[in-house]
């Protein structure tokens, strides 16, 4: 058992401490009754009243998520098929391309993402809105799912796929049967990044949206640029609360699923 | 063919949806500005033979005249370097304490790292408006403390910045480090001690260059995204916070010039291109190391 | 010597039951054909113009070091790998053109490749629900192959809730579920300890003689080859060096590379002079008694020959032996007490070691012969091989 050392303690604690303050603050004030959000004027729940009541922000919440939901299963779907042609095709034509551009995207800063697909919609005539959002977030979120996924493919164990095709099942059978299955939890941990990534998109969201399609984080931005509001705060919170339910559940059940492995593998010893 | 299809797919998607934007942008470029929808000319409209004829280097020869761009470029690029430095100053130990954590703590401590990594970039840096403003809560705490009489001007300026990008990401600095030094094998400090080293001299001759890969990653992992920051500029700095991304942004919004936001565009992925190649060489090493 | 053992029981089976050698027959027609086989990957050459004939019912062991080509040769007759030049014949037919999913030819792999995310009955079953098969024949059908490998209590539960001896016989179940004419087993006991092994070898062999199925084995393990296999090919670097029954490999090997991979052996070199019928006396060290070996090979007068013998065909004794056909006097160098055997380590005038093998055939027995004592060592002109190379 290691003991931490005064120095590691004071580390951890101080460095959690920058992480979490500043969202646990927003959190407090987004309680706060008084409209300047500085000043502590007592506990009320008004600006989350406020935020229901708030038509634009409803609309808006309701673009951003049919745009993650759809663009994230689209990038689920075509980052696993990349994954699985960069890991198990080896060399083909155009290979090299291939795989840059599943990581450039990655290392775009979003400015010049956003500025090269406006430029393409408004050169193809695409009218500015959800579809177009949807594209953009397509394109760089299955680049994401790509690498998580295919990291997973890289210590997939072939022979599963090779067993599948000796006992009779073609290529796509063999995949659907025993790869995807073996895969899905990447593929599912792929799918809620691309989701989370479209849920925060500002920056290519800004050049891709039309008037008609404002997404939460670019309704957001309006309004923060004028400074703190309570519905900001309110909205944080809302938005903080539901990540961090999601993040505790989902650790959660992968360390109740390693007990149980380590459990059968116990047994398993025992059993021999 | 089954396997055509499966690879034509993603790189038909790809290549038109980022390879021909990317080149658009090279185009538009080279282009001139014009009082026209789209606000460039000339367009693929003009015929094959007059677009290539129109094109022409104009664009960034602006870019050198004007050192607005110049002064950008050079302050985005200390911004990135600095706030990399400052955010592994702070991940460092963070990455070592976790990793020198009792067992059954690690998995909890890994989780408190990524929670913040998939909470909204855009809240995160927006909670720190209320915190550092004129009479935000850090001023409030300071002036009741008693260490200063007049509240500390700090949003809006570079400082603000730099905590910005420390702030949002530190995550991408610890993850890659802690993975480095969780690999590490603790007999080795045991090994070094024994051989007659003191903690901080086997803290400087074993750990840091076992850790290096991690490091090398995870300044990478900060700097690159740094360097083409527009959100956080925008909303910490001032206006004398000359970032790329922002002056971009704001050229392309504000000023409409589209051609002269894609030029500043392709200058900044020429920058960029340095260090995601020796990225990519860092990370091609390690996963050899791995073998 | 485990190995020893091994060859013992064989033998002894092979006398029981009728002898099972169609090799021998110039009727029987092969299973498995490889005809001029090479296969290249980039410039590399793993299989290097390889013809062999494997027949029906046979237990086939491919044997060799790693990388010699022997896993390339199972996964060609799976279908996961194409063949250069040449061609594979199964029951007389090319299988080229087959795909892996086509061919009654089923795999058990090295790592056994069991699915993770379905149980044992499902895995045991995955093959016949490929085939269409209707529900009831399947049922009957894995209930058949969990009863054949005692795996009736475990048919619920995951693979990885079983043990690594239990998940070996899974993988043996499923892949012999669609009864294949032809069953490739990839080092399939390479995952289990020695003690596991061992009684899963004769498990292999009961199985295999039960249903009646080919197998063909890769294995490194020359103990393993030895004990399942009904026919040996000792492999290296893309080439069969040796095809043969155990025994045959073992007392009549060709060669002083399968000598020396299979068992233990001492190899003396020297040059031949023949010496009536099929006898040749053997110049190995100057000033030096020739040492006498016979040989139904024939050398010419000066040829260079290696004689190869095993260390259990080999005496030690303190005195020196009357009316032998070979003896030379030797210096105990080291002595190996293995238990039920000891290994001397005799060193020649000429600097040669010698192993010599003797049983400890009592508890506790003095014999007399300790380090840096002067010894004598001999052997029969029938103990050794004489082999050209």
Known sequence: MKRLSAFNITALTLGFAFLYLPMILLVIYSFNASKLVTVWAGFSTQWYGELLRDEAFLDAAWVTLQVAVISST?????????????????????????????????????????????????????????????????????CYVSVVVSSRLISFDRALEEAALDLGCNRFDAFR?????????????????????????????????????TTLPIKIWSAVRLGVTPEINALSTIMIAVVTVGVITASLISKRNAVAAQRDAQAAERAE | MRKF??????????????????????????????????????????????????????NFWFLTTDDLYYKAYLSSLQIALLST????????????????????????????????????FLIRVYAWVGILSNEGLLNQLLLWVGVINEPLTILNTNTAVYIGIVYTYLPFMILP???????????????????????????????????KNGIVAGCFL?????????????????????????????????????????????????????????????????????? | MPLLDALDLKEQSNVSSPVFAPWDDPNEKPLIRFENVTKRFGTFTAIDDLTIDIYAQEFFALLGPSGCGKTTMMRMLAGFETVTEGRILLSGSDIAQVAPNQRAVNMMFQSYALFPHLSVWD??????????????????RVAEMLKLTRLEKFARRKPHQISGGQRQRVALARSLAKAPKLLLLDEPLGALDKKLRQETQFELMDIQEGTGTTFVIVTHDQEEAMTVASRVAVMDEGRIIQVATPANIYETPNSVYVADFIGDVNIISGTTKPAGADRYHIDWAPNQAPIVATSQNSFSEGQTCHLAIRPEKITIAKDKPEDTENAVQGKVLDIAYLGNLSTYHVELPGGQVIKAQTANTRRISNRGITWEDPVWIRWNATAGVLLEQ
């Open chain 1, 74 to 142: 689209i990038a689920t779907v075509l980052g696993t098929m990349a994954a699985y042609v960069l890991v198990n095709f080896g060399r083909f034509f155009g290979r090299t391309l291939f795989s840059g551009m599943i990581y450039a995207p990655l290392v775009m800063p979003e400015v010049i993402t956003g500025l090269s697909l406006l430029l393409l919609f408004i050169g193809i005539g695409l009218d500015r809105g959800i579809l177009t959002i949807v594209l953009a977030h397509t394109t760089f979120s299955m």
């Open chain 1, 177 to 213: 049967l025993v790869t995807l299955p073996i895969i899905a939890p990447a593929v599912i941990s792929g799918w809620l990044l691309a989701f989370t990534l479209s849920l925060d998109d500002l920056v290519i969201a800004s050049f891709v949206a039309g008037p008609s399609s």
């Open chain 2, 5 to 58: 299809a499966l690879i034509a797919v993603p790189y038909a998607w790809l290549l038109a949806l980022f390879l021909i934007p990317f080149l658009i942008v090279f185009k538009v470029s080279l282009s001139d500005t014009a009082l026209a929808i789209p606000p460039y000319t000339p367009t693929l409209k003009d015929g094959f033979g007059a677009l290539i004829d129109g094109l022409d280097l104009e």
């Open chain 2, 85 to 120: 430095f400052l955010t592994l100053l702070v991940g460092y130990p963070m990455a070592y304490g976790m990793a020198r954590a009792p067992e059954e703590w690690r998995a909890t401590l890994m989780m408190l790292v990524i929670l913040p990594f998939w909470t909204s």
């Open chain 2, 177 to 211: 480090i802690y993975a480095a030094l969780d690999r590490m094998d603790d007999s080795l400090i045991e090994a070094a001690e024994d051989l007659g080293c003191s903690r901080l001299t086997a803290f400087w001759l074993v750990t840091v260059p076992l850790s």
């Open chain 2, 222 to 291: 900060v700097f690159i995204p740094a360097l083409g920051e527009f959100v956080i500029p925008s909303l910490l700095g001032g206006s004398g916070t000359l970032m790329i991304g922002k002056v971009l942004f704001e050229e392309f919004f504000n000023n409409r010039d589209w051609p002269v936001a894609s030029a500043v565009a392709v200058i900044l992925l020429l920058i960029l291109i340095v260090p995601i190649v020796l990225f990519q060489r860092n990370q091609q090493k390690q996963a050899e190391a791995e073998q």
């Open chain 3, 123 to 140: 895995n045991i079953a995955f093959g016949l629900r490929r085939d269409k098969m209707p529900k009831d024949q399947i049922e009957a």
